[in-house]
Structures are given as C-alpha cells and as structure tokens.
C-alpha cells in the first residue's frame, strides 16, 4: 500500500496543472491504516518503497501527465522525485512519527543477468532510467537523507536499497557498483 503506484493520485494531479505540475498530488488512504495500526500497537514498520519501476505509473513521467504527450525532462522528473520523497516522508513523520523505522529508497535497479561480469542497471523498463538517468538512484538517496534527516530529527531512518536474486554474483556485483557512489 506504500508504492508510487497506491499514492500517486492521477486524478486530482491533472486537475490542476499548475498546482501539480512539479509535485503531484498524493492520497494516502492507502497506507493510513497499517500506519493506525502499528502506531496504536507499538509496531515499527518498513516503508516500502519510495522509488521503484514498477510500481510507479508511466503517466507520472509525463509532462501534463498525460501518456498521450511529451515525457517530462530531467530536470522536471528531479523535481517530481524531491517533491514526491519530501511529501511522503513528511506525512508520515508529521502524523506517525517513530513509526516507519527504514524506507526502502530505490527497489530493484539492477537487472537480472546470467552472463559473464556484473549486472547492468534496469534500462528498457525503468522510466527513472529512461528520463533522469543512471544517477536516480544516487539523487533518490540524496532526497531521502535530506527530508528523513529533517521531518525525524529526533530519531534515525534508515535508508535501504532493496532487490531480489541479489545472491547471484552478477546481480550481487552489479548492485554493488550501482551503490558505490
């Protein structure tokens, strides 16, 4: 209930471009229950996942929003990614606050790959590759640290990485030269 996919409110976003433009607007019902639940049971819980291509919906990385015209540049999708990191960690430290405890920043970057050498990045299916660049993952990081270190001041985030298969040497490899930086 935490993917892009689950919060990012299509809708509402195309009603009001100017508004919407640079940050889209976001619904959380979709999660405010677990949160409910683990803030009134003492639970700690794992966001995931804040950046994934998968689950994040193609109309997102449109200008307008709008699959139909333009992708949205760069410069724009950074925007987009700070702005959507900021709002969702904000919401949930502003009304849970402790009870998210790690975010899985990026999920599965890496591709799955059987040959010789280390594996590449996700490419072909990932439009944060497509429009930003290999560096998403980097600057995902930057914005999660930025706004975990700011909306929790008084208690540590952890910031995860999470992938599948990552116990073969390829895709172990790869996730590794990707995390250097």
């Keep these: 209930e935490m993917k892009p996919a689950y919060i990012l409110d299509e809708t509402e976003s195309k009603s009001n471009l100017n508004a919407y433009r640079e940050s889209a607007a976001l619904n959380f ?11 009134n049971n003492g639970i700690k819980m794992r966001g995931h ?18 699959t139909s015209g333009k992708r949205a540049d760069r410069e724009l999708m950074l925007k987009r990614m700070e702005n959507y ?8 430290e502003t009304n849970y606050p402790g009870v998210i405890y790690v975010w899985d920043v990026v999920n599965e970057a890496v591709a ?12 072909e299916d990932s439009m944060w ?3 930003i660049g290999e560096d998403f993952v980097e600057k995902a ?3 999660a640290r930025k706004y975990t270190r700011q909306y929790a001041a ?4 952890k910031l995860f990485y ?7 040497p390829a895709k172990r490899d790869g996730i590794i030269t990707l995390l250097k930086p």
């Design 29 to 39: 019902n979709t999660y405010e229950p677990a949160m409910e639940y683990a803030k």
């Design 49 to 66: 996942t804040l950046v994934w291509h998968s689950q994040t919906p193609e109309w997102f990385f449109y200008e307008n929003y709008d």
């Design 85 to 92: 990191i900021r709002q969702v960690i904000e919401w949930t």
């Design 112 to 123: 799955d790959y059987f040959g010789e050498g280390k594996a590449p990045m996700r490419q």
């Design 129 to 131: 590759y497509q429009v």
């Design 141 to 143: 990081f930057e914005y």
């Design 154 to 157: 008084d208690h540590e985030i």
């Design 162 to 168: 999470n992938d599948y298969n990552e116990y073969f």
